[in-house]
T-cell receptor, first 113, second 109 residues
């Protein structure tokens, strides 16, 4: 039981490049989230999903896209990376959104130069 | 931006001193969760409070939910170096799980 796994763990991109961050969970969770963490800003919600085939915007969705084709996977895409997207990205999942804890992946440290 | 305000942003204490972080909302919360993130790590769930006025304890940690369910606090008694990290509160807003900005705790031994 691996929990929530994020790949890659580190990445350096040039401005304008694209990439996809993968989040996989093996706990059969319905809800999945993508957050970014920046100093002094805490965890800000980018996009989330309440089930397979569904996605919704969070607090800071601009510049990102997501897909949830399979229940266990939640992909975060950057079509044209910008230096402002330099951050640590965390994926999380939970059984049902209410009254249950969220389990986090180890994070992806992304630098855009 | 954050819909739950967390204070202070940063606190540096001497080992053995107490520490408290506060989470405040302008609207009533259905529940409040607390997480701890060690330096270089990921957030880990500590506890959830649901009832008005609820108080829960985990060893040296005491969690409270306000009577009006608009604020919450986490108090650590006699801090240790192992308490170092960032403490977040989080609340549910519809289908979203929204976090406060966190309080960074540093402990000087």
């Amino acid at each position: 039981n691996a929990g929530v796994t994020q790949t890659p763990k580190f990445r350096v991109l040039k401005t304008g490049q694209s990439m996809t961050l993968l989040c996989a969970q093996d706990m059969n969770h319905e809800y999945m989230y993508w957050y970014r963490q920046d100093p002094g800003m805490g965890l800000r919600l980018i996009h989330y999903s309440v089930g397979e085939g569904t996605t919704a915007k969070g607090e800071v969705p601009d510049g990102y896209n997501v897909s949830r084709l399979k229940k266990q996977n939640f992909l975060l895409g950057l079509e044209s990376a910008a230096p402002s997207q330099t951050s640590v990205y965390f994926c999380a999942s939970s059984y049902l959104q209410r009254s249950t804890e969220a389990f986090f992946g180890q994070g992806t440290r992304l630098t855009v130069v | 931006g954050q819909q739950v305000m967390q204070i202070p942003q940063y606190q540096h204490v001497q080992e053995g001193e107490d520490f408290t972080t506060y989470c405040n909302s302008s609207t009533t919360l259905s529940n409040i969760q607390w997480y701890k993130q060690r330096p270089g790590g990921h957030p880990v769930f500590l506890i959830q409070l649901v009832k008005s006025g609820e108080v829960k304890k985990q060893k040296r940690l005491t969690f409270q939910f306000g009577e009006a369910k608009k604020n919450s606090s986490l108090h650590i008694t006699a801090t240790q170096t192992t308490d170092v990290g960032t403490y977040f509160c989080a609340s549910e807003r519809g289908n979203k799980l929204v976090f406060g900005a966190g309080t960074i705790l540093r402990v000087k031994s």
